[in-house]
């Protein structure tokens, strides 16, 4: 049995990792589970799973979960306690699903101890996407993408030929506003922009995925993960998402994977990687189907990905900046305290202020990022 340990298991990507778990039967042990504040959630898992290591972000609330944990079984808290268990715990697998920049750390833990990591955090690889794959590289150890466009390039990149990728094509579904103008887009509330078409998420991906800034941190990502020039990557609009992304080679052969909008898919994939295991999950239909459309990105009603894409290309510290502002961006909206259009002007306003850093270390990513996310405060409220 493979052991596991599943970082932010109470989010969307972790629900949908246990799915998978649970039907595989026998093929693996949840050996560790972290969540971030919510509880009842987290000890219903605990109670299934039997893990023998659990973490939580809320240092307040960790008393709450004295008398579920047995006493043999420690709990981590506060900023260190994701790195604690990936220390602590014996394990063949860490699936990195909690959301934000608390991705980073752990992943980095579990590289330097040859632990295979499914990594569906983006923002760790937008943040730190060099250390990250230095580290995999030094110590031998296997990243799989989970993220679906990541995990389709993956399975379309044939090993034997990755110096004939000639490019690589992201799609994007367009999120719920892709036909909206431009005065439209002004009055979307929060409530409007969390339903996606496409898919259930989180909170935080799912704005991202409105305004498309989620698709510029997805190029960033593949820059890093496929070491491919910003040149040789292209987002396409797709708004079937049926087709999760292609290669093309040098020979004209474009290779895309297809399949259902359903993230248990890319997380199975990367847990039994490199199988491909039987499952109930629902299939696609083409002749049903029927049709399916692409078009361009229009940079001008969604400058964000322009933004995040120019951000990639400055390279060195910008894409720390980028992300934190656009993390502080979101969770403002979220609040009702700024537009929707204003999540792009703020992060332009962050970016603006920032003279890009090349060479850096882990400390100071936390510390750009720590910077960012005071200023974008400080742009939103227009104290600057
Ligand atoms: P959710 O918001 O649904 O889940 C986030 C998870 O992280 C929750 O379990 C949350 O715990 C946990 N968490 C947050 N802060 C902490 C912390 N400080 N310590 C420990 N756990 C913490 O997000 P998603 O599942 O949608 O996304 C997770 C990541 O995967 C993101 O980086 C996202 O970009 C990426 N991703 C998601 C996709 C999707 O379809 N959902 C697709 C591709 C990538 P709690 O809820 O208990 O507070
Ligand atoms: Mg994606």
Same mark, same amino acid.
């Given at each position: 049995?493979?052991?596991? %340990?599943?970082?932010?298991?109470?989010?969307?990507?972790?629900?949908?990792?246990?799915?998978?778990?649970?039907?595989?039967?026998?093929?693996?042990?949840?050996?560790?589970? @972290?969540?971030?504040?919510? #509880?009842?959630?987290?000890?219903?898992?605990?109670?299934?799973?039997?893990?023998?290591?659990? @973490?939580?972000?809320?240092?307040?609330?960790?008393?709450?979960?004295?008398?579920?944990?047995?006493?043999?079984?420690?709990?981590?808290?506060?900023?260190?306690?994701?790195?604690?268990?990936?220390?602590?715990?014996?394990?063949?697998?860490?699936?990195?699903?909690?959301?934000? #920049?608390?991705?980073?750390?752990?992943?980095?833990?579990?590289?330097?101890?040859?632990?295979?990591?499914?990594? %569906?955090?983006?923002?760790?690889?937008?943040?730190?996407?060099?250390?990250?794959?230095?580290? @995999?590289?030094?110590?031998?150890?296997?990243?799989?993408?989970?993220?679906?466009?990541?995990?389709?390039?993956?399975?379309?990149?044939?090993?034997?030929?990755?110096?004939? #990728?000639?490019?690589?094509?992201?799609?994007?579904?367009?999120?719920?506003?892709?036909?909206?103008? *431009?005065?439209?887009?002004?009055?979307?509330?929060?409530?409007?922009?969390?339903?996606?078409?496409?898919?259930?998420?989180?909170?935080?991906?799912?704005?991202?995925?409105?305004?498309?800034?989620?698709?510029?941190?997805?190029?960033?990502?593949?820059?890093?993960?496929?070491?491919?020039?910003?040149?040789?990557?292209?987002?396409?609009?797709?708004?079937?998402?049926?087709?999760?992304?292609?290669?093309?080679?040098?020979?004209?052969?474009?290779?895309?994977?297809?399949?259902?909008?359903?993230?248990?898919?890319?997380?199975?994939?990367?847990? *039994?990687?490199?199988?491909?295991?039987?499952?109930?999950?629902?299939?696609?239909?083409?002749?049903?189907?029927?049709?399916?459309?692409?078009?361009?990105?229009?940079?001008?009603?969604?400058?964000?990905?322009?933004?995040?894409?120019?951000?990639?290309?400055?390279?060195? *510290?910008?894409?720390?900046?980028?992300?934190?502002?656009?993390?502080?961006?979101?969770?403002?909206?979220?609040?009702?305290?700024?537009?929707?259009?204003? #999540?792009?002007?703020?992060?332009?306003?962050?970016?603006?202020?920032?003279?890009?850093?090349?060479?850096?270390?882990?400390?100071?990513?936390?510390?750009?990022?720590?910077?960012?996310?005071?200023?974008?405060?400080?742009?939103?409220?227009?104290?600057?």
């Amino acid at each position: 049995m493979k052991k596991i %340990a599943i970082l932010g298991s109470t989010g969307s990507i972790g629900r949908q990792a246990l799915q998978v778990i649970d039907e595989l039967p026998g093929e693996f042990k949840v050996v560790g589970l @972290a969540a971030g504040a919510n #509880i009842q959630l987290l000890v219903e898992q605990i109670r299934k799973y039997k893990p023998n290591y659990v @973490a939580l972000g809320s240092s307040e609330k960790a008393a709450q979960l004295k008398n579920v944990l047995p006493t043999n079984v420690p709990l981590f808290t506060g900023k260190k306690g994701l790195s604690k268990l990936v220390e602590a715990a014996d394990l063949d697998f860490l699936l990195v699903a909690v959301s934000g #920049i608390h991705g980073l750390l752990p992943t980095l833990t579990a590289l330097e101890k040859k632990i295979t990591v499914g990594l %569906a955090n983006k923002e760790t690889i937008v943040t730190a996407g060099a250390l990250v794959m230095e580290t @995999a590289k030094k110590y031998g150890a296997l990243l799989i993408p989970v993220d679906s466009e990541h995990s389709a390039i993956w399975q379309c990149t044939e090993k034997e030929n990755q110096q004939a #990728i000639e490019k690589i094509i992201l799609t994007a579904s367009g999120g719920p506003f892709l036909n909206f103008s *431009t005065t439209q887009l002004k009055t979307v509330t929060p409530q409007m922009a969390l339903r996606h078409p496409n898919w259930e998420m989180g909170a935080k991906i799912t704005i991202d995925s409105a305004t498309l800034i989620n698709k510029g941190l997805e190029v960033i990502e593949a820059h890093w993960l496929f070491n491919l020039p910003y040149e040789k990557i292209e987002v396409v609009i797709h708004p079937e998402s049926l087709i999760h992304s292609l290669v093309q080679y040098h020979d004209g052969s474009v290779l895309a994977q297809l399949g259902c909008p359903d993230m248990r898919v890319p997380i199975q994939y990367a847990l *039994t990687y490199p199988f491909r295991q039987a499952n109930s999950f629902p299939r696609i239909n083409l002749a049903e189907l029927g049709t399916i459309s692409f078009q361009k990105p229009d940079f001008t009603r969604f400058p964000g990905l322009l933004l995040a894409l120019e951000a990639g290309k400055m390279g060195g *510290t910008m894409p720390i900046v980028f992300n934190a502002a656009n993390e502080i961006a979101v969770k403002l909206f979220l609040q009702n305290s700024i537009k929707f259009t204003e #999540i792009p002007q703020i992060i332009e306003g962050v970016m603006a202020k920032h003279a890009v850093v090349s060479e850096f270390q882990i400390e100071d990513i936390l510390a750009w990022d720590k910077w960012a996310r005071s200023l974008t405060v400080k742009i939103a409220k227009g104290v600057i």
